[in-house]
Structures are given as C-alpha cells and as structure tokens.
C-alpha cells in the first residue's frame, strides 16, 4: 500500500520529462535537464539504457540534488536497484519490467512508483498493485520507441475512468498536438523529444507547460 500524496503527484505529475541523451551535442545531461527545470518541468524521469551502473548512479545522483532543488520529484526509469540504492524518489516500470508488487516491496510504501498501461485490464492491475500513476500510450506514433502502437484518445479515457489514481500521457506528444488530448481524463504528459530534441530547451519547457495546463484545466479535461 502507498502513502504518497496523490492530490500533490496529480499537480507534479504536469509536465513530466523523460531524459534522453540522444540530443545532448555538445552539452551535458545535467545542463539539459537544469533547462527543462527552468523551463517549468514538474517531474523528471531519468531513463538510462546505455550507462554502465556506476556512471548511472552517479549520474542520478547528481540529477536527484538538481531536482530537489527545483523541488521537483525525480524518478528512475526500470532500474529498482539503482532507484534504491541512490533513493531516488521512485521509480517507473514497464509491462515487461519487474511486477509493480514487488517494486513496491523493495521501495517501500513512501516512494512513487508508476506503471505503463496500454489497457484497462493493465491499469487496473497495476492499480491493485500499488501504482501511485499510470502512463498510457503511445497516444501518437513516436520515434522514441520504435515497437509502440498508438492508442485511441476512448481508450485513454476509459483507463482515466477505470481508475483512481493519476494517469498521463506519453509518446508523440508535441507543442502541436498536446490540445487534442483535451476531455481524455489526464492530468498530464510525459515527453522526451519535445523538450530534449528543442533547439531552446527551456522555451519548449515552457510553451508546453502553457498549453498542458490549459488543457487539464478545461472542465471536461480533467483527472477523476
């Protein structure tokens, strides 16, 4: 069973960024990150798949005290052990990653742990299973995961209604397409090109702040 605040994750889970280090050029991951902070990023997602573990923990290490200082909450990407051993604020798991029960057995009850959902049947397991939020997509095609199939805006809404805790949406997300996700139920989005693939990575942070806030506020867009 969770403790966390969930009234507090649904306003953090807003604008929520998913690292990439695809797009670094000639900058760092951290000074990446510090943008999309400045920016108005509520949440951060460090997903890591090429690092060997002792450059991952220091890396998360490091974006953990850049996080808290915006008061953000940070969060790691599948690696439980990592997310542990750092006490990064929790973790995030996929539908072929550990068992969301047992995640929550390792972490405890006071971290944040969110589970990517495709269907009503997966949300609502991973609810059962002490899931504090949800991602659900790919609500649009994305590069970023070349095996995700988009997903239907009704389906969404039927996982928002099928469940009680938060739930947001990723993949394919944009500055362009963000408002057609108005009336699905979510009380925010995760991206990762979006902001990390910007030119001005601060400015992108902010103008899809602007417009993810505008669109959970219309009063059919917003969380149960």
Known sequence: MSCVNREQLKKDLLLYAVTDRSWLGEETLYEQVEKALKGGATFVQLREKELDEEHFLEEAIALKELCHKYHVP???NDNVKIAKEMDADGVHVGQSDMEADDVRKILGEDKILGVSAQTVE?????????ADYLGVGAVFSTSTKKDASAISKERVKAICEAVHIPVIAIGGITADNILTLKG???CGIAVVSAIFAAKDIEDATGVLLEKTTAMVNDKEGLCV
């Open 74 to 76: 940070f969060v790691i």
């Open 122 to 130: 997966q949300a609502v397991l991973a609810e059962k299973m002490g």
């Open 184 to 186: 699905s139920g979510i």
